[in-house]
């Protein structure tokens, strides 16, 4: 009897245990999400961390700058790493900013999580800085109105471009029996019969193999350079309306629906780099590629439109890459300096010679006349870079792209529905999620 | 040698205590501050404290987040988080890709499930038997259990791609489109790839519980006339029945929480969200997305669901264990 009152009041006891502990632990949440304040203000000078991206050139680029700022600056040192290992410096970055671990400047901080950087109050307000807007405008020109946000405020400051162009393999055409040095690349028309001619051929299984996966950014590497082409300049959002359920993006939509049901581009992923491997005799790529495909007997050309657009009026996607200035930060005025060093004229020249990128600063060409002399295969992204369309600027950028993606997949690529309905209905939702904001 | 001896029992025939110190008359004796085996909670405390924090804290976190207007922010940054109800749960279950991820989780469950308990428990009533290559055989079915997923994702995708060995064997029989891009086959395929990978473990466990199975049972079976198969269903089956129950839930419980192998295996869930499950839609919005209110939604109502499962796992092929 007494065994069984005990166990009953024990029992009791625990539950009595379990209900404060719960009870206090939403009450700890309830105070957590209360939190303190931080304004983003600036200041203070001193040490600064910063984090650069891991591939090898923009390595390079980063351990001269940092070189080069910390011999002038002896009391304003800066310590640099490469982004800590992750899926993707998106999630790597957001962890960061929800830790308070953040460094004080990233240059890898892709423009379509900035929004969401931003809701999170993880990056500081470069318009707050006395110079912020003027040298960022001064640098990047019309550009930089790209990567305002809604109220006009600068949270990262436009760094470099990979605007996309078509790289095709000249030796694969020429087996083909199609001119390797003029190719019929142009229209939409003449995109397809070229690549009809080059998969009947057997020369490559796929003329061209975007990657038909259900990534949010895949969008940005098949529909999106050639909708800006097509487009004239446009973006995906404008007014806060999307724009492509239109003629220009319907031409774009059964062009790439065309590729996939005749089998010019494979509907399955490919394990590894289809270019360099001559599973795919073109690719849409940046300049990044011209280091990358070495091995390969490429050529250039801008992206396909349904009329055909001269080179110097094409648009395309840019690719961008922006540096964010990071509200954990606490030396924050010198972070500023940093920022202003690195993407000045002698570090943007360094960068344009370590990697190959184009950093985001008018007249490029005339700027640094000499490299694009001596590297006459980059004059092409050089003009390039002058016409580029960014993503929508917002904290729902990812989850617009994420929609537009999964209406694209099944009309699109795997040709199940019609793909005018599909963009007509992902155009209403992302108009929706712009409302949002 | 137990604390709760030096404890003096009350008793009649006991000295009268003293008084206490505040002049009020002593009350039922109180139970020690730590129970009658303090030892025992201080070993089990730092788990205890694991648990808490890994596992309890996380989950009422969550419950807390799927009630709330919630999003990530840096410390210290004060935003309001409203209660919503169930405004999370709504925008989660509209999206009919959420109710797709958890149709196509309960696909991968119905054939995973069932085809793990019936092949571990058949590979490990062989393996028992077996008298040569023992050790190599339980290595060998081990080995992928212990192989990273990302390593063995690759040579799966050789294997069933357009151009794999498999449709490259199946000829014409094969599927159009292949099985990682195919709505009708990209679950199965990767049901049977986690199958394949976990059983190792699944093996272990049967083997362990068969060590305990009474040879005097088979040894009774076979002298009442009952054949391999007849001492199996009648002796083997019921022998390891909590190892079953175990099996059941945890295989239950990894397959609910399924994220890796849709992650690599078909690029993300596709084609078309064909293999998607909830766990993958929860990192998308979750991390990706900057929603992890609706994430957590998601989460709330994968585990209530799972909890379901398992408790009628238990309760029908649990019998009175």
């Known amino acids: 009897m007494d065994t069984q009152r005990i166990t009953k009041s024990s029992a009791r006891h625990r539950r009595y245990a379990g209900a404060a502990l719960l009870t206090v632990g939403a009450l700890a949440l309830t105070a957590c999400a209360g939190g303190g304040g931080d304004d983003a203000s600036t200041g203070a000078r001193g040490e600064i961390t910063i984090w650069y991206s891991n591939n090898e050139s923009e390595v390079a680029w980063g351990k001269q700058m940092v070189e080069a700022w910390n011999a002038e600056n002896p009391d304003e040192q800066v310590t640099a790493q490469e982004i800590p290992a992750g899926d993707s410096s998106e999630e790597v970055i957001g962890a960061a900013i929800t830790a308070g671990n953040a460094p004080c400047l990233i240059y890898n901080t892709a423009p379509a999580a900035v929004g969401q950087f931003e809701k999170q109050g993880g990056l500081v307000n470069l318009s707050d800085f006395e110079d912020g807007a003027s040298f960022i405008e001064e640098r990047s020109g019309a550009t930089a109105e790209q990567y305002q946000n809604a109220d006009g405020d600068y949270f990262q400051m436009p760094w470099k471009s990979n605007p996309v162009v078509i790289f095709y393999n000249k030796d694969l055409f020429a087996e083909a029996g199609l001119d390797p040095e003029n190719p019929k690349l142009s229209t939409f028309d003449e995109f397809l019969e070229t690549s009809r001619t080059l998969v009947e051929a057997g020369v490559a299984p796929n003329a061209i193999l975007p990657a038909p996966t259900s990534e949010f950014y895949q969008s940005l590497f098949d529909f999106y350079p050639m909708y800006a082409a097509q487009s004239g300049g446009t973006g995906l959002l404008e007014d806060g309306e999307a724009t492509f359920a239109n003629e220009d993006g319907y031409a774009v939509a059964d062009f790439w629906a065309t590729m996939y049901a005749e089998g010019l581009s494979a509907k399955e992923a490919y394990q590894g780099d289809s270019f360099a491997e001559g599973v795919a005799a073109m690719a849409s790529v940046g300049p990044w590629a011209v280091s990358v495909y070495d091995d390969v007997n490429w050529g250039s050309v801008p992206v396909p439109t349904a009329d055909g657009i001269p080179a110097e009026e094409t648009y395309t996607f840019s690719d961008a890459k922006n540096v964010g200035l990071y509200t954990a930060c606490e030396n924050k005025e010198t972070a500023w300096d940093v920022l202003k060093f690195s993407t000045g004229e002698e570090q943007d020249g360094q960068l344009l010679e370590l990697t190959g990128q184009m950093p985001l600063r008018t007249d490029l060409q005339g700027t640094y006349p000499e490299y694009f002399e001596a590297n006459p295969a980059y004059k092409a992204f050089g003009d390039q870079a002058s016409r580029t369309v960014e993503v929508p600027a917002g904290p729902n950028t990812v989850q617009m792209l994420q929609t537009f993606r999964d209406a694209w997949s099944p009309a699109v690529i795997f040709g199940d529905g019609d793909v005018q309905d599909a963009l007509d209905e992902a155009a209403v939702e992302i108009t929706d999620l712009s409302a949002q904001q | 040698m137990s604390l709760t001896n030096a404890v003096p029992a009350p008793s009649g025939s006991a000295p009268p205590s003293p008084p206490p110190a505040s002049g009020t008359a002593r009350g039922p004796k109180k139970r020690p501050l730590l129970g009658r085996n303090p030892l025992g909670i201080m070993f089990s405390a730092p788990y205890l404290v694991f648990v808490m924090l890994v596992f309890a804290y996380p989950l009422v976190y969550s419950i807390w987040i799927a009630f709330h207007d919630f999003f990530f922010t840096a410390p210290g940054v004060q ?98 489109p292949s099985w990682l891009i195919n709505s009708t086959w990209a679950m199965p395929t990767i049901a049977f790839f986690v199958t394949w990978k976990q059983l190792g473990f699944y093996i272990l466990l049967y083997l362990a519980a068969l060590q305990g199975v009474p040879k005097e049972l088979y040894e009774s079976a076979s002298t009442d006339g009952a054949g391999a198969v007849r001492s199996f269903f009648s002796v083997t089956v019921p022998g390891v029945r909590p190892a079953t129950v175990l099996v059941l839930l945890v295989s239950t419980v990894t397959g609910a929480n399924l994220f890796t192998e849709p992650y690599l295996l078909t690029n993300g869930g596709g084609p078309n969200g064909a293999s998607a499950s909830p766990v993958l839609l929860m990192y998308q919005l979750g991390l990706q997305q900057g929603q992890p209110d609706v994430a957590s939604a998601i989460g709330v109502v994968l585990v209530v669901l799972v909890l379901g499962v398992a408790l009628l796992q238990n309760r029908f092929a649990g019998g009175r264990d």
Do not use: C, H, M
Request: proline share 6%; glycine share 6%.
């Open chain 2, 79 to 176: 935003v309001e988080r409203p209660f919503v109800g169930l405004e999370n749960f709504v925008t989660a279950f509209s999206d009919p890709a959420v109710i797709r991820s958890f149709g196509n989780v309960g696909i991968f469950l119905l054939i995973n499930v069932p085809l793990t308990v019936v092949l571990s428990l058949l590979l490990a009533t062989a393996l028992n038997k077996a008298t040569r290559a023992r050790t190599f055989l339980r290595v060998s079915y081990y080995v992928p259990y212990v192989t990273a997923s990302v390593a063995v994702v690759a040579v799966w995708i050789f294997l069933f791609n357009g151009n794999g060995l498999v449709n490259q064997v199946l000829g014409p029989l094969a599927p159009d």
